[in-house]
């Protein structure tokens, strides 16, 4: 299906009102400003889910009386989405779907790239990849039609990591690849990690240990420009020691383990990359034959898994323990 890639910004909205010069347009206004609001309750942390719920509900009762079809369509997009974050699956389909056909009909392409974007999050989370793969590349295509190489980059880059946990190496790396292209010029340096990162762990599973070693130093490179705070070190220097546990070089892998152990406050930013690394840890160490403390280490690594309940880390510390 081909799109005319056009959108209409929703502030231009406010002004093309010609039926009453000033208590339309006031009108109108105020009616905005109220299913905003509600959305805005919405987000708010502090209240209660279903509290929250009930303001997108409102919010929602607004829009589908709302006759502008283009203003619709953005309440639309932003309920699935608002919706989505409370992990309300069957109202977050709902929207999404009424979004998506309102979009192909009004050729808004922007709001239509948004809503597959938001599809594909939503198939991501639950791991249903195919699913999740069509939606991010419907996204990707209507970004390269709009000449968004930045947001098309960060779709591809989307497309490749569900290629790489479903075990199709070579297309993702071709399609990382493809994502580089188009990020690196941008110095987008958040996602250029995340692709140097997919590269290394793709050539990690390929059994290809120095490339994989390679791409991962170049995604800790990118890491050193990233402003905003996160866990991609410790993530990375842990993807460095399974490569030299992989090598059987188990010391160089305890190594690192412990070096992104002590980066600071692992435990409370990211529980289960530390659950991960104390296991990996324990292996290295009972690959050794150094058993000093190597029990306490896989049930502590047991203990936080079962607390997040971190379902697929649970087996692996059990498989370990047995």
């Known amino acids: 299906m081909k799109y005319l890639y056009f959108s209409i910004p929703l502030l231009l909205w ?18 905005i400003d109220s299913v905003f609001s509600w959305m805005k ?18 919010a929602y009762q607004l829009a589908i009386h709302q006759s502008n079809d283009s203003l619709q369509n953005v309440y639309f997009s932003k309920l699935a989405l608002n919706y989505y974050r409370l992990d309300d699956s069957l109202s977050f389909r709902k929207l999404n779907k009424l979004t998506i056909n309102l979009s192909i009909q009004l050729k808004d392409s922007t709001t239509l790239a948004y809503d597959y974007w938001d599809l594909g999050n939503f198939y991501d989370r639950y791991e249903v990849n195919d699913s999740a793969y069509y939606a991010y590349s419907k996204a990707q295509k209507i970004y390269e039609g709009l000449n968004n190489n930045s ?20 297309g993702s790396e071709v399609t990382t690849i493809k994502a580089i292209e188009l990020l690196k010029p941008l110095s987008k340096n958040k996602q250029l990690y995340r692709c140097y990162n997919n590269l290394g762990i793709i050539f990690n599973e390929l059994k290809e240990y120095d490339k994989a070693l390679f791409y991962h130093n170049k995604a800790l490179d990118y890491e050193e420009n990233i402003e905003s705070e996160n866990t991609f070190r410790p993530n990375t220097l842990n993807n460095i020691g399974v490569v030299y546990e992989n090598k059987n070089d188990y010391k160089k892998a305890i190594r690192y383990y412990r070096q992104a152990l002590n980066e600071n406050k692992l435990k409370v930013n990211n529980t289960k990359l530390f659950a991960i690394l104390l296991d990996n840890l324990a292996y290295s160490k009972y690959k050794l034959k150094d058993t000093i403390e190597v029990e306490n280490l896989f049930y502590k690594a047991l203990k936080i898994r079962d607390s997040i309940y971190d379902v697929s880390g649970i087996i692996v510390s059990k498989l370990h323990l047995a």
């Open 151 to 170: 947001r098309s980059g960060r779709m591809l880059l989307n497309m490749a990591i569900i290629q790489s946990g479903s075990k199709d190496y070579i």
């Open 14 to 31: 406010l002004f093309a009102i010609d039926n009453n010069p000033i208590e339309s347009k006031e009108n109108y206004k105020q009616e």
């Open 41 to 58: 309750l919405a987000r708010n942390k502090s209240l209660g889910i279903q509290e929250r719920k009930e303001y997108l509900g409102r």
